[in-house]
């Protein structure tokens, strides 16, 4: 299994441009979310989802739209970059089970994608 | 104020010391991990704790409901253990701590 792939790994956008960011899991996980990692801060959830054509708004969406057309793949799309916007950005896929000592969930994040908007 | 709090932002130690890494949090949780953010950036997952405690070779994480408040143990540190520590906990979404970067010299 791949796991979780992103791409690309470093992208430099001006001001207003538009771009995609990538991602896909190979490990048929219902649940794919988008996160942002700023400096001093904690990761911070963008979007969503909770199964293919299901997706809902994180803490920080302004600026970015998903879809999930399919269980493997969850787009990211920056509509018109700002320099906000620039940080560094994880795509997570993650399961959960019900098992005899409770649920259980596990989370695996893709590599990141370093933004910068200039 | 953030929802979930990690101490100490940053922490040295020397090769073999016991290391603890606090996390409290204000909201009512399913569940709480730990991840470890490597030099080069990736993150993986440690533990999953919604009670009690786990063990994975010298790392320990315990959680308190109750209280609001786990901690991650590593014992015997290594240089190899030099990363950021991560706290989330699972609410209505995931809430993360900012992290306490760990840095163990030989």
């Known amino acids: 299994n791949a796991g979780v ?114 | 104020k953030n929802e979930v709090e990690q101490s100490p932002q940053n922490l040295t130690a020397q090769e073999g010391e016991f290391i603890t890494i606090n996390c409290s949090y204000s909201v009512g949780i399913s569940a709480l991990h730990w991840l470890q953010q490597h030099p080069g950036g990736g993150i993986v997952s440690l533990f999953m704790l919604s009670s009690g405690k786990k063990k994975h070779g010298r790392l320990i994480a315990t959680i308190n409901i109750q209280e609001k408040h786990s901690s991650l143990h590593i014992t015997a540190s290594h240089p190899r253990d030099s990363a950021v520590y991560i706290c989330a906990v699972r609410s209505n979404d995931m809430r993360f701590g900012a992290g306490t970067r760990l840095t163990v010299k030989p």
């Open chain 1, 5 to 118: 792939t992103q791409t690309p790994k470093f992208q430099v956008l001006k001001t207003g441009q538009s771009m995609t960011l990538q991602c896909a899991q190979d490990m048929n996980h219902e649940y794919m979310s988008w996160y942002r990692q700023d400096p001093g801060m904690g990761l911070r959830l963008i979007h969503y989802s909770v199964g293919a054509g299901i997706t809902d708004q994180g803490e920080v969406p302004n600026g970015y739209n998903v879809s999930r057309s399919t269980t493997e793949d969850f787009p990211l799309r920056l509509l018109s970059a700002a320099p906000s916007q620039t940080s560094v950005y994880f795509c997570a896929s993650s399961y959960s089970r019900m098992g005899a000592g409770g649920p259980s969930y596990e989370q695996y994040f893709g590599p990141g994608t370093r933004l910068t908007v200039t």
